[in-house]
């Protein structure tokens, strides 16, 4: 076998093993049977009973409402770790910062959610607060573990930046906020966007360590659905996973044509 055609073939091959799961989930969505392996008709029920579901619901509103307040509060303290950690120069603590920065990168799920849980415990037996575990201790804990993944996009775009700028505007006689916010945060605005639908990523789709820190009443979406196929595959998580792959997909598609329209007018 030639070496060009042994290259498409293991192309093909990891293709295929990689989005055939896929495409079979997205077909078994509108089976009309509730067997997923047994295709008897095509059929929106699955979606309809998706969406008269109000446990999926209300942890789909939850998750969304968690994942957007995690990834704001994520990038405004991973902007500032990774101005801190690019622009201060030497400063004492400096290798203890960017050791705590970077350990919720390569900390296992379950080390953080079982030390965020016991933190909470101990919080709540000393000065009673957190009340109870929900909203805002899943909150706390993916704010904790995305900010780091922000710090790394954020700061490595940082080293990349021309500090010429900065210099000519602070000889204008601009403050280095001024200069901050006029001239640094829109060179970095794109690590910004870029940082923040990061932490929203990884904040919706958590599953153990919000597992640990949430109580009764706040499950995530992935922790119902993880309670829907312990006892097997039920039509209506396809229905989910669907509407899920198709949004990303616009994403994803929406973004390569704005990228491409760019490069073009450029």
Same mark, same amino acid.
């Given at each position: 076998? $030639?070496?060009?055609?042994?290259?498409?073939?293991?192309?093909?091959?990891?293709?295929?093993?990689?989005?055939?799961? &896929? #495409?079979?989930?997205?077909?078994?969505?509108?089976?009309?049977? %509730?067997?997923?392996?047994? /295709?008897?008709?095509?059929?929106?029920? /699955?979606?309809?009973?998706?969406?008269?579901?109000?446990?999926?619901?209300?942890?789909?509103?939850? @998750?969304?409402? &968690?994942?957007?307040?995690?990834?704001?509060?994520?990038?405004?303290?991973?902007?500032?770790?990774?101005?801190?950690?690019?622009?201060?120069?030497?400063?004492?603590?400096?290798?203890?910062?960017?050791?705590?920065?970077?350990?919720?990168?390569?900390?296992?799920?379950?080390?953080?959610?079982?030390?965020?849980?016991?933190?909470? #415990?101990?919080?709540?037996? *000393?000065?009673? /607060?957190?009340?109870?575990?929900?909203?805002?201790?899943?909150?706390?804990?993916?704010?904790?573990?995305?900010?780091?993944?922000?710090?790394?996009?954020? %700061?490595?775009?940082?080293?990349?930046?021309? %500090?010429? *700028? +900065?210099?000519?505007?602070?000889?204008?006689?601009?403050?280095?906020?001024?200069?901050?916010? +006029?001239?640094?945060?829109?060179?970095?605005?794109?690590? *910004?966007? @870029?940082? /923040?639908?990061?932490?929203?990523?990884?904040?919706?789709? +958590?599953?153990?360590?919000?597992?640990?820190?949430?109580?009764?009443?706040?499950?995530?979406?992935?922790?119902?659905?993880?309670? $829907?196929?312990?006892?097997?595959? @039920?039509?209506?998580?396809?229905? *989910?996973?669907?509407?899920? &792959?198709?949004?990303?997909? &616009?994403?994803? #598609?929406?973004?390569?044509?704005?990228?491409?329209?760019?490069?073009?007018?450029?």
């Amino acid at each position: 076998m $030639k070496r060009g055609t042994f290259t498409t073939f293991m192309a093909i091959f990891g293709f295929a093993f990689l989005y055939a799961p &896929i #495409v079979s989930l997205v077909v078994f969505s509108f089976n009309e049977s %509730r067997l997923v392996t047994v /295709w008897t008709g095509f059929s929106l029920r /699955w979606y309809a009973a998706l969406f008269n579901d109000s446990q999926v619901v209300a942890a789909g509103i939850l @998750s969304l409402q &968690i994942a957007a307040v995690s990834a704001t509060i994520a990038t405004v303290l991973g902007t500032l770790a990774g101005v801190t950690l690019t622009r201060l120069g030497k400063f004492r603590g400096k290798t203890a910062l960017t050791g705590m920065v970077s350990a919720p990168l390569v900390m296992p799920e379950v080390i953080t959610g079982l030390s965020l849980l016991l933190l909470f #415990v101990s919080m709540e037996a *000393l000065i009673g /607060w957190p009340g109870g575990r929900g909203f805002t201790t899943i909150t706390i804990a993916h704010s904790t573990f995305c900010m780091a993944y922000v710090t790394v996009v954020v %700061r490595s775009r940082l080293i990349d930046m021309d %500090r010429s *700028l +900065d210099e000519a505007a602070m000889d204008l006689g601009a403050t280095p906020l001024r200069v901050f916010f +006029d001239i640094t945060l829109p060179i970095i605005a794109p690590a *910004l966007i @870029s940082g /923040w639908l990061l932490a929203f990523t990884l904040s919706l789709d +958590d599953l153990v360590i919000a597992s640990f820190v949430s109580g009764p009443g706040s499950s995530t979406l992935p922790m119902v659905i993880f309670s $829907k196929i312990r006892l097997g595959v @039920s039509p209506d998580v396809n229905a *989910l996973a669907t509407i899920i &792959i198709g949004v990303v997909a &616009i994403g994803v #598609v929406a973004a390569t044509l704005i990228g491409a329209r760019r490069q073009t007018k450029a």
